[in-house]
């Protein structure tokens, strides 16, 4: 049994981590600076995440600079694999971060874009290397339990239903999916259960959680009831309601097989 894993998540903003709620957008003035990303970055190395996750916010190719300079000093002091995305439409984006120092690199629009892509990236560096990430809303419009996939930060609607867009990502050679709930982003009352459970009983590759977790309990929800393979979390981390080790503590407690990383 491969053990459940607990990944913070760091959006950047012009070199700096941000939060919002509900893909909040910088331009109204709706993402808090919550610190200097490489700091957070070792913190959470030393409280023993299993992995950790940036996500470019700025996505351009003037913002762009910043955020390669804090992978690569996140790389160099760090020693949990990094996953990056944000931006990612061609091989030359996968290339470049993968030199600053990424170990995976994340694509989200891009692949609605032209899914191709995916398919490129996978057979040229591994499908270990690519994850499939999906940002989805509930479709409240549906007489049936749906979800729409979006783009651009969550701005646009693409007519795409989650589920069928998880099996494609995975048959394009994902290695990975990252579901993200708009609905549950930032807003700390837990993740969306039964979108990841879907998911994860959809297709054969790793599952991570992500939007809502504002307590142990959800990441213990997320992980046992719904099946994901890994947690995502970024503001209960962040603001300090808990450390990661406190985490993997209460999950370990609670009978799920955890990693168990030696801290110094």
Same mark, same amino acid.
């Given at each position: 049994?491969?053990?459940?894993?607990?990944?913070?998540?760091?959006?950047?903003?012009? +070199?700096?981590?941000?939060?919002g709620q509900q893909f909040?957008?910088?331009?109204? +003035?709706?993402?808090?600076?919550?610190?200097?990303?490489?700091?957070?970055?070792?913190?959470?190395? #030393?409280?023993?995440? #299993?992995?950790?996750?940036?996500?470019?916010?700025?996505?351009?190719?003037?913002?762009?600079?910043?955020?390669?300079?804090?992978?690569? &000093?996140?790389?160099? $002091?760090?020693?949990?694999?990094?996953?990056?995305?944000?931006?990612? &439409?061609?091989? $030359?984006?996968?290339?470049?971060?993968?030199?600053? +120092? $990424?170990?995976?690199?994340?694509?989200?629009?891009?692949?609605?874009?032209?899914?191709?892509?995916?398919?490129?990236?996978?057979?040229?560096?591994?499908?270990?290397?690519?994850?499939?990430?999906?940002?989805?809303?509930?479709?409240?419009?549906?007489?049936?339990?749906s979800w729409e996939v979006?783009?651009?930060?969550?701005?646009? $609607?693409?007519?795409?239903?989650?589920?069928?867009?998880?099996? &494609? %990502?995975?048959?394009?050679?994902?290695?990975?999916?990252?579901?993200?709930?708009?609905? %549950?982003?930032?807003?700390?009352?837990?993740?969306?259960?039964?979108?990841?459970?879907?998911?994860?009983?959809?297709? #054969?590759?790793?599952?991570?959680?992500?939007?809502?977790? %504002?307590?142990?309990?959800?990441?213990?929800?997320?992980? &046992?009831?719904?099946?994901? #393979?890994?947690?995502?979390?970024?503001?209960?981390?962040?603001?300090?309601?808990?450390?990661?080790?406190?985490?993997?503590?209460?999950?370990?407690?609670?009978?799920?097989?955890?990693?168990?990383?030696?801290?110094?």
């Amino acid at each position: 049994m491969l053990a459940k894993r607990i990944i913070p998540c760091l959006d950047v903003h012009n +070199g700096r981590t941000t939060r919002g709620q509900q893909f909040g957008k910088a331009e109204q +003035g709706e993402l808090r600076d919550v610190g200097d990303p490489v700091e957070l970055a070792m913190r959470y190395n #030393d409280q023993g995440a #299993d992995e950790l996750v940036f996500y470019d916010i700025t996505a351009t190719s003037e913002g762009r600079s910043a955020m390669l300079e804090v992978i690569t &000093r996140t790389a160099e $002091a760090c020693f949990m694999p990094l996953t990056v995305g944000g931006g990612v &439409r061609s091989l $030359a984006d996968f290339h470049v971060l993968f030199r600053a +120092g $990424a170990d995976k690199v994340s694509i989200n629009s891009g692949a609605v874009s032209r899914p191709e892509i995916v398919r490129e990236a996978a057979d040229h560096y591994g499908s270990q290397a690519v994850v499939f990430s999906i940002d989805a809303k509930r479709n409240l419009q549906s007489s049936k339990l749906s979800w729409e996939v979006y783009v651009s930060g969550g701005r646009k $609607a693409t007519g795409l239903d989650l589920i069928a867009w998880a099996v &494609r %990502g995975q048959e394009l050679g994902a290695g990975e999916i990252v579901l993200n709930s708009i609905d %549950g982003d930032g807003m700390k009352t837990g993740y969306d259960l039964e979108a990841t459970l879907a998911v994860a009983r959809a297709v #054969d590759i790793p599952v991570v959680a992500s939007g809502g977790a %504002g307590t142990a309990q959800h990441m213990l929800e997320v992980l &046992r009831y719904a099946e994901a #393979d890994a947690a995502l979390a970024a503001g209960m981390f962040h603001h300090r309601h808990y450390t990661v080790a406190e985490v993997k503590d209460y999950l370990a407690a609670a009978g799920l097989h955890i990693r168990r990383t030696q801290l110094y």
